[in-house]
């Protein structure tokens, strides 16, 4: 008789599916070249972020009473340690040196000596902070946002480098939180890195002020008795005058000013 057959040897396991790789997404369809002569128009929808900065500033321009002064900067010092401390500020801290830093700090020194410009209208009632949490302007592709930066009269001028970096990264990457943009008492927005001369910030409400920083130009400057070429920056402070009383906002700008053209006034609490 013939010998048993030997046993099948067992089935391999099935390999695992292969997941199917996703659809690659539509290539946008290219915009049609102009025809000479065309007038045609197209209507797009407003974003909700468009919608919401609209909605705001009208709401500020309908609300307070803003009233914008200005004055004007020599950088002169400041560019002059930057120059000279930029490559050990940022191998210490890790983060660049830039003009933000010192304008934060002007300002923070500058709202703890006028607290009114630091405060807000609530009703029939005037809020006054004992802190200050200054909003940054950042642009990103969606719109402009205003993170905050927390308790600023605390801060070195690394300290809120270091910050700034973090949450524009998070603003540009999309991944900025409500909770990063609530809550700032107070608000500087820097058009000058778009090579804006002048211009009159709105207020971002409730805060009661915001100070426009501009572009830096060389110009002819009387220094004492002679003529100088000197880095000038313009820079402006629209407010509340239902709080803030014009000689307050000339005085609290000349603060700044005064911090910036000479920063060691802020290392000395001058």
Not at 27 to 35: G, L, N, V, W
Not at 124 to 146: F, H, M, N, Q
């Amino acid at each position: 008789p013939a010998a048993p057959a030997a046993p099948a040897a067992p089935a391999a396991p099935a390999a695992p599916a292969v997941p199917k790789a996703a659809p690659a997404a539509p290539e946008p369809e290219p915009t049609p070249a102009r025809k000479p002569g065309s007038r045609d128009e197209k209507r797009v929808p407003m974003s909700r972020m468009r919608l919401r900065i609209a909605e705001r500033l009208k709401d500020a321009q309908n609300t307070a009473a803003m009233l914008t002064t200005f004055n004007e900067i020599d950088m002169s010092n400041i560019m002059q340690i930057r120059s000279k401390y930029k490559d050990a500020f940022l191998e210490k801290h890790g983060a660049k040196l830039g003009f933000m830093s010192c304008f934060v700090s002007a300002a923070s020194k500058a709202l703890m000596q006028f607290p009114q410009v630091n405060a807000a209208i609530e009703g029939k009632e005037i809020v006054y902070r004992d802190y200050a949490d200054i909003s940054v302007a950042v642009a990103t592709p969606t719109g402009l946002v205003t993170p905050v930066l927390r308790n600023t009269e605390d801060m070195g001028f690394h300290d809120i480098e270091a910050e700034i970096a973090a949450l524009g990264k998070k603003a540009r990457d999309g991944r900025i939180a409500i909770e990063d943009m609530l809550g700032g008492t107070f608000t500087i927005s820097n058009g000058g890195v778009y090579g804006s001369l002048m211009g009159t910030p709105i207020i971002n409400p409730p805060q009661t002020a915001i100070l426009g920083m501009h572009g830096i130009f060389k110009r002819p400057v009387a220094i004492g008795d002679s003529v100088e070429i000197r880095p000038m920056m313009y820079v402006a402070l629209t407010y509340d005058h239902r709080l803030i009383d014009g000689s307050d906002a000339v005085l609290f700008l000349r603060k700044i000013k005064d911090g910036v053209e000479d920063p060691t006034t802020m290392l000395l609490d001058l």
